[in-house]
T-cell receptor, first 110, second 111 residues
Framework: TQLLEQSPQFLSIQEGENLTVYCNSS?????LQWYRQEPGEGPVLLVT?????EVKKLKRLTFQFGDARKDSSLHITAAQPGDTGLYLC??????????FGTGTRLQVFP | EPEVTQTPSHQVTQMGQEVILRCVPI?????FYWYRQILGQKVEFLVS????????KSEIFDDQFSVERPDGSNFTLKIRSTKLEDSAMYFC?????????FGQGTRLTVV
């Protein structure tokens, strides 16, 4: 069973702080995606990483895929209240089935 | 911007009844999926569909579930005889290159 554990589970920070969310597994993934989900809505794709060690930036968000393709991180610089939401990592294992992580709920206070 | 649309947004049904959840994937997408999310739990894969047939399904997707693409635009999930534990958000997703785009979901409540 391929499991993706995210940490921390909950994170409350002040506007302007930096944060990192981790997504870890004992399994190798062929790709890893990060989604953001608002209450009562579907996950919205942020980024896909496929190569070990790959780093992608999306404005203040930096995503990294581990060298061994077993883990990933999401770093947010200077968090804003609009970053509040549930962040989900999801991996594929050489099929297109997404295995979702446990989620990190981020709250950014003004 | 193209999006995946799902109807209805909410569905309340009695245990044992059949429900059909509907989805219109993004028009040029080739791969279609159903996922579900029980309240407070992870998003779980149910089934993937490509070239008019199921390409993969999870243990959850038992004989009570079926999918269909009846007319080239809609993609449906049917639950034949609903159980209380089928209550969840059901998300349809589609992709063209394995990056999945999700709909807003249908909240199914079985009473």
């Amino acid at each position: 069973t391929q499991l993706l554990e995210q940490s921390p589970q909950f994170l409350s920070i002040q506007e302007g702080e930096n944060l990192t969310v981790y997504c870890n597994s004992s399994s190798v993934f062929s790709s890893l995606q990060w989604y953001r989900q608002e209450p009562g809505e579907g996950p919205v794709l942020l980024v896909t990483v496929v190569t070990g060690g790959e780093v992608k930036k999306l404005k203040r968000l930096t995503f990294q895929f581990g060298d061994a393709r077993k883990d990933s991180s999401l770093h947010i610089t200077a968090a804003q209240p609009g970053d509040t939401g549930l962040y989900l990592c999801a991996g594929t294992h050489w099929t297109d089935k997404l295995i979702f992580g446990t989620g990190t709920r981020l709250q950014v206070f003004p | 911007e193209p999006e995946v649309t799902q109807t209805p947004s909410h569905q309340v049904t009695q245990m044992g009844q059949e429900v059909i959840l509907r989805c219109v994937p993004i028009s040029n997408h080739l791969y279609f999926y159903w996922y579900r999310q029980i309240l407070g739990q992870k998003v779980e894969f149910l089934v993937s569909f490509y070239n008019n047939e199921i390409s993969e399904k999870s243990e959850i997707f038992d004989d009570q579930f079926s999918v269909e693409r009846p007319d080239g635009s809609n993609f449906t999930l049917k639950i034949r005889s609903t159980k209380l534990e089928d209550s969840a958000m059901y998300f349809c997703a589609s992709s063209i290159d394995r990056e999945a785009f999700f709909g807003q979901g249908t909240r199914l409540t079985v009473v």
